[in-house]
Every structure is written in C-alpha cells, then in structure tokens.
C-alpha cells in the first residue's frame, strides 16, 4: 500500500511540475529603490531611526540615478 501512496504521489509531483513554466518560478519581483534601501539600512543598522534615516533617502537617489542597484 505505501509503493502505491509513492507511486501516486511521484506521478501527481511530476505531472504538476510539467506544467509550470520558467516565468511561474518568478515569484517576487526586484524591489523598488525604496524598499531596497530600506532593507539594506535594516540589514545593517538593525532599524530606522532618526539617525539613519537620511542614509534610505541617499540610497534612495544613487538607485533612482542607476548608480546603485539592488537584485
């Protein structure tokens, strides 16, 4: 009964992945320029604060003039 369960669920995984394409992996999309310096202030600083705030926004400008990219 289990080899049968197995072969079932084998069978169902296979089928269902066939039909997905490349562009179905591509699940999230590249962040905007604001979310993506926000996380890396984040990532560094731990938080927002007053004290960083003015790094998101400097972040913010380089990605928006393509001098900063973040994928």
Same mark, same amino acid.
């Given at each position: 009964?289990?080899?049968? &369960?197995?072969?079932?669920? !084998? *069978? ?5 992945? *066939? ?5 179905? !992996?591509?699940? &999230?999309?590249?962040?905007?320029? &604001?979310?993506?310096?926000?996380? !890396? ?31």
């Amino acid at each position: 009964m289990k080899k049968v &369960f197995s072969i079932i669920a !084998l *069978s169902a995984m296979t089928l269902s992945l *066939s039909s997905f394409t490349n562009q179905d !992996l591509l699940i &999230f999309e590249a962040p905007t320029c &604001f979310e993506g310096a926000r996380a !890396l202030v984040i990532m560094t600083d731990g938080q927002i604060n007053l004290s960083n705030h003015r790094r998101v926004l400097a972040y913010t400008r380089a990605c928006e003039a393509g001098e900063l990219t973040f994928n």
